[in-house]
């Protein structure tokens, strides 16, 4: 069971990308790499007026992640409380993961030559705050939910 | 161990309030300040850590070796470019006097120590880039309140409707602001908004007006008609505080909502439905009279208009409409000190005209574009220097060839900022100050409703050959023989002379990064609203004596926009939410969000050209024949008369390697609008200018190369 989600308010969302920046500048991540990101479909007329909405994806943190069990050095892990994240010490870069997952989400760090994703700023966390492009989205937008079983 | 430092970010001119962590000496996590954002920060804000570690921007004093602009240059120590540029100043000053030299920032907070060496040196040529921005809103706000533009504060999340034309409050990124939009709209309030293209603002209107570009000012007299004769506006209001409501009355009498709605391109039913809300729906609505107003013709008057609607609205100093700006006399006490204050000012006219040729514009800053024709016309008196203090005029105003031809006339150019700017690369000299993170700023007052006295604290250490502002005019003034007037050898020597009359101590800030002045916000009884008012009458003027008593006419006779020729269209410009103008387009996490402008074409306009999406365009000035590259974007969402761009793209410093030639400049094909000014708001008139779109060559498909 998943203890954790982040949920976009999409009605707050500005678009801005602000999470995005936040999320890399956290990480010390270059151009490239990217760990979160806003989207949005083309806008059309919705009563007279021209819309759309943000979506904010980053890793989904799958209950059964694909992209634990094919990396060799075991670096990518799961923790109880359902974050997917790289141990830095034991990755070595061969990719492995981002070709196993469905949607590419762990990326290349150019600066260290090792995968890294989103971890929910696990030690953010542990420190009692949240996830960075939370912490500061623009807007408050970006919830961080703990998940509770009813 | 880490550090917390209160600052203020430096990436656009907004400047929020952060919080900044330091660790071992480097800055690991910057963010809004807790106490007034709680947290929020924009992507420029947190690309300030990029900013610092980038090497591409000025690595040491920089004085020129080959011609103007050939990038040639010669790295030296910061006492020998001081020396060079006080021996050079003193030379001209010696033969043409101080009021040769004309000294022009960005403006903002920080401004005093360069004003106050202008000041001492005995010019009286200060100014800034107002006249390519909110010059027409500042003057019309002046026209109907007697108070500038800065004097009037919004309090939108206590509005039920807010009304925007063209004022793309989401994407100019003011945090505190952009959230005050968000929580006016989860309580239920309403967006209208006026443009001639969508933007991110508009996405969260409940009710969108595209119209014809240059219509403005005929939509706020439509609306001014149907408020008036639904007698929905605030007439106990009207009655008390204003003077010449009669007159307008009057004068909108041809101008019917029938009328306006023809002329803009839009359906009267929507505009009266709107103009009925508005009755139900104040004095909480907000009219935004405009930000960067240096558009058209007219928009010194259809910002007036706005105005006057808000006047109609009655929505002056209560919650959820305007409230006038208070500082600290208004909190019983006294304010800081400024260098300025205990200079005395120069006697001589300005070159700009303002204040004698102009004495219905507001002396303070004057209108920078007018001293490039004293430049070259020597009248009223020769100018031979420059000096530029953040502030990169050759992105700010329109086309830079014809600039460069006044700059010519100068014996002495000089660039003070954090980044190479278009102006820095054609100046003689580049003083090269230390970016936000890593400097300290005067104290200052921030006004509004609940004011305070902020302050930026330096991060970290320059990391390069760098130095602040208020060291750099200090050292500068005392090798021009007036270092008597800056009262300072430290940054904390500065405010503590700042501070002095007003009781507050530097540890003061220490908490939460301001000190505020009042515990509430201060909103004034009505009854006193007269003695808040600046206009000569004591009232609200729908006429203004100002104005009249220089014998211009409050209202202007609407005159319909030029509609632009068979294969031509109005360029209009604007901005993104990540990137400020020309200043942080080379930021490297910036510039991979938007590596590009594009130009925005309508889809019909497009198909008849054979444009597609992505296609290469060549954009050419209808006057001059000056063109620009840049790729289309094909969108319903746009006026057919016009095409769009962001601005500050298009840069020409190869030192700047992402962003050099990345995107189309606007400004270069804003050619003969350089003396193009509204010549009652004084703002430039940057949408006045027409450009033809072909599809470039450059999009061939073939290539028969081995």
């Keep these: 069971m998943n203890s954790y989600l982040i949920y976009l308010n999409s009605k707050r969302c500005i678009g801005c990308h602000g999470c995005e920046v936040h999320c890399k500048t956290n990480k010390g991540l270059p151009p490239g790499p990217i760990l979160c990101e806003i989207s949005h479909e083309p806008m059309r007329s919705v009563r007279g007026v021209p819309k759309t909405e943000f979506q904010f994806r980053s890793c989904y943190h799958c209950e059964d992640p694909q992209c634990v069990p094919v990396c060799p050095t075991s670096a990518m892990q799961k923790r109880t409380d359902g974050i997917v994240f790289v141990d830095q010490e034991k990755c070595i870069g061969c990719m492995a993961c981002q070709n196993s997952c469905p949607w590419s989400i762990p990326q290349f760090n150019p600066l260290t030559g090792k995968a890294i994703k989103c971890d929910y700023c696990y030690e953010r966390l542990e420190r009692g705050l949240k996830p960075a492009c939370v912490t500061k989205c623009t807007t408050h937008a970006l919830k961080f939910v703990r998940l509770v079983e009813v | ?706």
């Design chain 2, 1 to 706: 161990m880490v550090k917390s430092i209160w600052s203020m970010c430096g990436m656009c001119t907004v400047r929020c309030p952060i919080r900044v962590e330091v660790e071992d000496g480097a800055v690991t996590w910057i963010e809004g300040n807790p106490h007034l954002l709680d947290g929020a920060l924009c992507a420029k804000g947190s690309a300030g850590l990029a900013l610092l570690a980038d090497n591409e921007r000025p690595q040491q004093p920089l004085i020129r070796q080959g011609g103007r602009g050939a990038g040639r240059w010669q790295a030296v120590s910061w006492d020998a470019a001081l020396d060079y540029v006080a021996e050079k100043l003193t030379a001209i000053i010696a033969k043409d006097g101080a009021r040769s030299t004309i000294l022009s920032c960005r403006g903002g907070p920080f401004i005093d120590p360069a004003k106050a060496f202008l000041q001492a040196l005995g010019s009286p040529n200060f100014t800034d880039h107002d006249s390519a921005c909110g010059r027409n809103v500042h003057h019309a706000s002046q026209s109907v309140y007697g108070l500038g533009r800065a004097d009037m504060a919004y309090d939108i999340k206590n509005a039920k409707h807010l009304v925007l034309f063209g004022r793309n409050l989401l994407e100019a990124m003011k945090v505190g602001e952009a959230n005050q939009v968000l929580d006016m709209l989860d309580a239920g309030g309403k967006l209208t908004y006026v443009d001639v293209r969508q933007t991110v603002t508009g996405l969260k209107a409940s009710r969108f007006f595209l119209v014809r570009p240059g219509t403005d000012y005929a939509l706020t007299l439509g609306i001014l008609h149907g408020v008036i004769k639904a007698e929905t506006y605030d007439k106990e209001f009207v009655n008390r505080f204003t003077t010449g409501f009669d007159d307008l009355a009057a004068f909108i009498e041809p101008y019917t909502v029938e009328w306006a709605a023809q002329e803009c391109g839009i359906k009267a039913k929507s505009l009266y439905e709107f103009i009925h809300e508005l009755g139900q729906d104040r004095p909480r609505v907000i009219f935004h009279p405009g930000w960067m107003l240096a558009r058209y013709h007219d928009s010194f008057y259809a910002s007036r208009s706005l105005h006057l609607l808000n006047v109609l609205m009655g929505n002056v100093e209560i919650k959820g409409g305007q409230i006038i700006a208070k500082g600290a006399k208004d909190c019983g006490r006294k304010g800081i000190r400024n260098l300025v204050d205990g200079i005395p000012k120069s006697e001589e006219k300005r070159a700009d005209g303002v204040g004698w040729k102009y004495p219905h514009f507001d002396k303070g800053p004057g209108l920078f574009h007018l001293f490039y024709e004293s430049m070259q016309s020597g009248e009223p008196y020769p100018l031979k220097s420059l000096i530029c203090y953040r502030h990169d005029p050759l992105t700010c105003f329109p086309d830079p060839t014809a600039q460069k031809r006044a700059l010519d006339t100068l014996d002495l150019i000089v660039s003070i900022d954090t980044h190479y700017s278009e102006f820095g690369w054609y100046s003689d000299v580049i003083l090269p100050e230390s970016v936000y993170l890593e400097r300290d700023c005067p104290i200052s007052v921030q006004k509004g409703p609940k004011p305070r006295l902020v302050y930026r604290q330096q991060a970290v250490k320059p990391r390069l050959d760098t130095k602040p502002g208020w060291w750099i005019f200090k050292q500068l003034a005392e090798r021009m023989g007036v270092g008597n007037y800056f009262p300072y050898n430290t940054i904390e020597d500065l405010w503590a002379w700042q501070l002095e009359p007003t009781g507050v101590k530097t540890a003061d800030f220490e908490d939460k990064g301001f000190v505020e002045l009042t515990d509430k916000p201060l909103i004034h009884d009505r009854e006193t609203l007269p003695s808040l008012i600046k206009t000569p009458s004591g009232s609200i003027e729908f006429i203004s004596a100002k104005l009249a008593k220089e014998g211009i006419d409050s209202f202007k006779p609407y005159s319909s926009p030029i509609k632009p020729p068979e294969g031509m269209f109005r360029l209009v410009v604007g901005r993104s939410a990540v990137n400020s103008h020309g200043h942080t387009i080379n930021n490297p996490l910036l510039h991979e969000l938007l590596p590009t402008n594009t130009l925005w074409i309508n889809k019909r306009a497009a198909t008849k050209l054979g444009v597609n999406e992505g296609d290469w365009l060549d954009v050419i000035a209808h006057d001059s024949g000056v063109s620009g590259l840049i790729q289309a974007k094909v969108t319903e969402f746009i006026h057919p008369e016009a095409v769009y761009c962001i601005h500050g793209f298009g840069r020409q410093i190869p030192l700047q390697s992402r962003a050099y030639h990345a995107g189309m400049s606007d400004q270069k094909l804003q050619t003969g609008l350089l003396a193009d000014m509204d010549p009652v708001g004084g703002g430039l008139c940057l949408c006045e200018g027409f450009v033809e779109v072909r599809r470039s060559s450059k999009n061939s498909t073939r290539s028969v190369e081995l």
